[in-house]
């Protein structure tokens, strides 16, 4: 069971407490014991001093991303963090909901993950290159048929879970490409350059009536040259770029240009950026 399961059973049998008395008892228990609890091993000691019994489950074999498949529920799997956007709220007819979204990888593939609503919260607490651990995920189709892991209210994450193995996943670094070879390679393409030339910020109308935003630049290595796209939030994040800086790009597409037909890079909501001057 994890944490918050452990936590709503509690809860269940103990109506006069609240989560916040029970994750202050839960957060005791690992104090006191100099960090060597995890947390669910304190939460299983807090359960047991109000007489509650936490039954403890086999484990389940480990899953690696290119075993994932549609339709597959209760999904406990881990990746190191690539990419990560934050929470946004989006109409319902009954009332708002939320969703954020991340991009994870380990030694076999990658995964977009989404958090809806409560879980959406969960991502403001997620750094890029940290492993995370999800428990009760289910797996989805998207509209353009690539594979998702959904976590809704029965999901949990943990971050820098302690059985994790570091060898299981890549870091940016081990996924870096030559630019040559990214042109080549489709979607989730990492690659690092300097910025050779920049252009001035464009804005549009969208169909909506709502305005976006889009900047280009030209990203250089020993291999070869690359234009690259930035939309909307991402062109903010490159508000300090310049030229002869250095640029990570990490999950870039790879697309058409429509007026040649040249290849470029585009930076959307679920790629992440890193720039630093030149050494």
């Known amino acids: 069971m994890s944490t918050d399961e452990i936590v709503q059973h509690i809860l269940s049998h103990c109506p006069d407490l609240n989560r916040e008395e029970v994750m202050v ?34 484990p389940h074999p480990r899953i690696f991303i290119k075993q994932l498949v549609a339709g597959l529920n209760n999904v406990t799997i881990s990746g190191r963090v690539v990419a990560v956007n934050m929470p946004k709220e989006f109409p319902r007819p009954d009332r708002n909901g939320k969703i954020a979204r991340m991009l994870i990888v380990d030694k076999t593939g990658a995964i977009r993950v989404a958090l809806w609503d409560e879980k959406a919260e969960l991502a ?19 509209r353009n048929r690539e594979l998702e892991l959904h976590l809704g209210q029965r999901s949990a994450m943990q971050i820098s879970p302690p059985d994790a193995n570091e060898s299981d996943f890549p870091s940016i670094r081990d996924l870096l490409q030559k630019i040559s070879q990214a042109l080549k390679a489709g979607n989730n ?11 001035p910020i464009s ?23 690359a234009p690259v796209v930035f939309w909307n939030e991402k062109v903010d994040e490159m508000a300090e770029a310049s030229v002869g800086m250095v640029a990570l790009l990490v999950n870039a597409k790879v697309r058409k240009n429509r007026q040649d037909e040249s290849l470029e890079l585009h930076i959307d909501n679920l790629s992440s950026v890193e720039t630093q001057h030149c050494p």
């Open 25 to 58: 008892a839960v957060e005791k228990k690992r104090t006191d014991s100099g960090g060597f609890l995890t947390e669910e091993a304190a939460a299983r000691l807090v359960a047991a001093e109000f007489g509650l019994k936490i039954k403890f489950e086999k």
């Open 124 to 142: 403001r607490n997620v750094q890029l290159r940290q492993i995370v651990k999800i428990f009760h995920g289910y797996v989805r189709q998207s």
């Open 189 to 199: 393409v990492y690659v690092e350059g300097v910025i050779k030339t920049t252009y």
């Open 203 to 225: 804005t549009f109308q969208r169909k909506d009536g709502s305005q976006g935003k889009v900047m280009r630049l030209v990203l250089e290595d020993e291999t070869g040259k």
